[in-house]
């Protein structure tokens, strides 16, 4: 905390700069900072070490390459990771966990950096970022769950091949990306959306508004549909998200957190689209709220919603920037900053994740 905090702070102002200056280079030194940090840290995150013993495993077991595909390389048959971990294992030795990690840093903030500059209006990087970094499950989770993360990453890359209407890479991209965290095949659904030939957005907001009343209407009959999605074999592995025995429940907070999912929903409907790649942007970023209520009931729809929710980063400028009363945007850009930094200290302050991120320390001290 006491290094990720004030190093989230200085990229943001330096994402400030590179807005309001065309000659300024803040966006590019912004992701170069949190690259870096990000890039040689060492046992910050609850997960780190998790990941760094099964590298160990993997070197030192002394695996085959035919052998990897086997149940017993990697957790679930999550063979891509433990792919990854063998050849950087056989290149760099026991020092080869760090560079991947710091490898797989350099593409995952690439790939952000890219997509926000290529997506987003300049005067709109700043907030951009500040989604970016300060929300919780966005880049301080790249310090946890590597291999996840990484996916996400791609969530982003696949999105882009869609927008080129090069379906073929990015299902064979999705299918990969599976092989390293399997939640990543509900990445078909942001392919399955891309190929369906609408043109308008109404009709998108219109049913994502029904089914979010649904929710309130009848909560047993969606979440026992959600519920019984999740027990399917795809993602048997990770029955350490438990299924709990709780009802969704709607309080203020949870309202206060759906105003961007209303707001892009209005964006959706009443928004003349010359741009198909905007109105397909927006109709996947807000399948991330849509779902997550349900993670009361499965802990995984969490996680699941990354995949989604993670476009954010480029469809909220839009939508905030759709909104004509300067009034009215005003409010929506404050409630959200307002909801994500109580979400930030939260997560320095409270929950399971505290110990892990409470200390910042380098791969310097045990190389």
Request: hydrophobic content about 55%; aromatic content about 20%; glycine content about 6%.
């Amino acid at each position: 905390m006491p290094v990720l905090v004030p190093i989230s702070i200085f990229a943001l102002l330096l994402s400030f700069m590179a807005s309001y200056n065309s000659k300024s280079h803040g966006l590019e030194f912004c992701f170069i900072v949190v690259t870096v940090i990000q890039a040689i840290h060492y046992k910050t995150g609850s997960d780190y070490m998790v990941y760094y013993y099964r590298f160990q495993d993997i070197l030192y077991d002394n695996y085959l390459f035919s052998e990897l595909i086997e149940e017993g390389a990697f957790r679930n048959n999550e063979y891509g990771w433990a792919f990854l971990c063998w050849i950087f294992g056989k290149i760099f030795g026991r020092n080869g966990f760090f560079f991947l990690v710091a490898v797989l840093s350099i593409i995952q903030n690439g790939i952000y950096y890219f997509f926000i500059k290529s997506h987003v209006e300049r005067r709109w990087w700043f907030f951009s970022v500040f989604i970016y970094l300060f929300t919780p499950s966005f880049y301080l989770y790249g310090y946890s769950g590597l291999r996840q993360w990484f996916v996400i990453a791609l969530a982003i890359f696949v999105f882009m091949l869609l927008e080129k209407r090069r379906f073929l890479l990015a299902i064979i991209i999705v299918l990969l990306g599976s092989t390293i965290h399997k939640s990543g095949i509900v990445l078909l659904l942001s392919i399955a959306m891309a190929i369906l030939p609408f043109k308008k957005g109404w009709s998108i907001g219109i049913i994502y508004l029904l089914l979010l009343l649904l929710l309130f209407v009848v909560p047993d009959i969606i979440e026992a549909t959600v519920v019984n999605v999740f027990r399917d074999e795809t993602f048997e592995g990770y029955s350490g998200y438990a299924y709990e025995n709780r009802r969704v429940t709607f309080g203020v907070g949870f309202l206060l957190k759906t105003i961007p999912f209303f707001a892009s929903c209005l964006y959706l409907i009443f928004n003349n689209f010359s741009n198909r790649k905007e109105l397909l942007l927006v109709a996947i970023a807000c399948i991330g709220t849509l779902i997550l209520p349900f993670a009361s009931r499965v802990p995984l729809v969490t996680r699941v919603s990354h995949y989604f929710a993670i476009l954010t980063i480029a469809s909220l400028p839009i939508v905030y920037k759709w909104i004509k009363s300067t009034s009215i945007r005003t409010l929506c850009l404050s409630i959200f900053v307002f909801m994500t930094l109580l979400g930030y200290v939260s997560f320095f302050t409270k929950g399971v994740f505290v110990e892990s991120y409470r200390d910042y320390q380098t791969i310097f001290s045990v190389l």
